[in-house]
Nanobody, 119 residues
Framework: QVQLVESGGGLVQAGGSLRLSCAAS????????MHWYRQAPGKERELVAG???????NYADSVKGRFTISRDNAKNTVFLQMNSLKPEDTAVYFC?????????????WGQGTQVTVSS
């Protein structure tokens, strides 16, 4: 049974920090590219950061220099360190796992964790 369980969300003042975690189980974590997405009220879900199975990373322009994605394959966990948080970072943050193959692709989502940044 595949599971992605996010944790670490909460309420923080602008300028503060949070560290999100996503614990994975039920699939071979090290083979998957991992991503963090977010969705604010009334807005579409957007990609925040990604890390490949080979540890290459990418970030949305809005979070570059403030957020850092990392992974621990031994613990089947992906992290998102969020610094210098802004009110516009307020959203539900979702963990995503993706494996793209020619014949078939696999994709899984977590249930989300709320991040609220007060001004």
């Amino acid at each position: 049974q595949v599971q992605l369980v996010e944790s670490g969300g909460g309420l923080v003042q602008a300028g503060g920090s949070l560290r999100l975690s996503c614990a994975a189980s039920g699939f071979t974590f090290s083979r998957y590219d991992m991503h963090w997405y977010r969705q604010a009220p009334g807005k579409e879900r957007e990609l925040v950061a990604g890390i490949t199975s080979g540890d290459s990373t990418n970030y949305a322009d809005s979070v570059k220099g403030r957020f850092t994605i990392s992974r621990d394959n031994a613990k089947n966990t992906v992290f998102l360190q969020m610094n210098s948080l802004k009110p516009e970072d307020t959203a539900v943050y979702f963990c995503n796992a993706r494996l793209v193959r020619i014949i078939r692709s696999f994709e899984y989502w977590g249930q989300g964790t709320q991040v609220t940044v007060s001004s």
